[in-house]
């Protein structure tokens, strides 16, 4: 099995149907069924970016303590 079939089984074909059954469900129209769907894997995804989200702003809070670190340590090279 090559990788786009593993491609289209796990992630395209769900993916499809998924829009297609949304469109007969709530909306004629396709457009309007993207713009639900991204609403609703926005939705799914909303805890991890915001963790993700944290994980920056604490690294970038950390980043001054890291860099005097550094520089008081450059010449030790282990």
């Known amino acids: 099995?090559?990788?786009g079939a593993i491609w289209d089984l796990i992630i395209l074909r769900p993916v499809i149907n998924s829009l297609i059954w949304l469109c007969s469900v709530l909306f004629s129209n396709f457009g309007l069924t993207i713009i639900a769907f991204t609403i609703i894997i926005r939705g799914l995804m909303y805890k991890l970016t915001a963790?993700?989200?944290?994980?920056?702003?604490?690294?970038?809070?950390?980043?001054?303590?890291?860099s005097e670190l550094q520089q008081k340590y450059a010449k030790d090279k282990r």
């Open 1 to 3: 099995m090559d990788f």
């Open 51 to 66: 963790k993700q989200l944290r994980a920056t702003k604490g690294m970038q809070e950390l980043q001054p303590k890291m």
